[in-house]
């Protein structure tokens, strides 16, 4: 069974760039998967936030695009997120998720990453 | 504002039915069979429950069920237990802007 597990730091500065790491187990980030992050402010509603394949391909959330990039690292089964010129608007749980075409079906236990400086 | 538009809450008694509706437009709902929907308990990561209108994942109770009608889809719980109280969220595949996901605003369930 894959499991998903978010890391990175918990504090991010204002104007910073935050950064997060979803290592992959029990499976293989080449399969036929696209791979998500989605995120989730205090007590407010589920936002995607983009996805990608393991050949590089990549989608985003239009409202971030501009601030948003997702890479996959092969060799260490494992995707992440950067997302640059981060205001408190950002602070928010991460998760990622592996997808099922266009299903979430496997998560990650979430990350808490606010914005402060 | 939420893509995709969820009552705010909706609750019901042990043993009974309800049904949480999730309102798009024909770019999202409405134009594509990939409708999903997710449980989270607090503190919690969502959990799959529907995928794809109406298919449940194994080990889903088949108290849960999905359809879909125009523009609107709709999540039933049949025999409402304790557990299923949490918030729960609709998704949808877009074409309105370029390819992404959208997620409703969340609906609150309650058993009273």
């Known amino acids: 069974q894959v499991q998903l597990q978010e890391s990175g730091p918990g504090l991010v500065k204002p104007s910073g760039t935050l950064s997060l790491t979803c290592a992959v187990s029990?499976?293989?980030?080449?399969?036929?998967?696209?791979w998500s992050w989605v995120r989730q402010p205090p007590g407010k509603g589920l936002e995607w936030i983009g996805e990608?394949?393991?050949?590089?391909?990549?989608n985003y959330n239009p409202s971030l695009k501009s601030r948003v990039t997702i890479s996959v690292d092969k060799s260490k089964n494992q995707f992440s997120l950067k997302l640059s010129s981060v205001t408190a608007a950002d602070t928010a749980v991460y998760y990622c998720?592996?997808?099922?075409?266009?299903?979430?079906?496997?998560w990650g236990q979430g990350t808490m990453v606010t914005v402060s400086s | 504002q939420s893509a995709l538009t969820q009552p705010a809450s909706v609750s019901g008694s042990p043993g009974q039915s309800i049904t949480i509706s999730c309102t798009g437009t024909s770019s999202d709902v409405g134009g594509y069979n990939y409708v999903s929907w997710y449980q989270q308990h607090p503190g919690k990561a969502p959990k799959l429950m529907i995928y794809d209108v109406s298919n449940r994942p194994s080990g889903v109770s088949n108290r849960f069920s999905g359809s879909k009608s125009g523009n609107t889809a709709s999540l039933t719980i049949s025999g409402l237990q304790a557990e299923d109280e949490a918030d729960y969220y609709c998704?949808?595949?877009?074409?309105?802007?370029?390819?992404?996901?959208?997620f409703g605003g969340g609906t609150k369930l309650t058993v009273l």
């Open positions: 029990g499976g293989s980030i080449s399969s036929s998967n696209w």
């Open positions: 998704s949808s595949y877009t074409s309105s802007s370029t390819l992404y996901v959208v």
């Open positions: 990608i394949y393991h050949s590089g391909s990549t």
């Open positions: 998720a592996k997808q099922l075409v266009y299903a979430f079906d496997i």
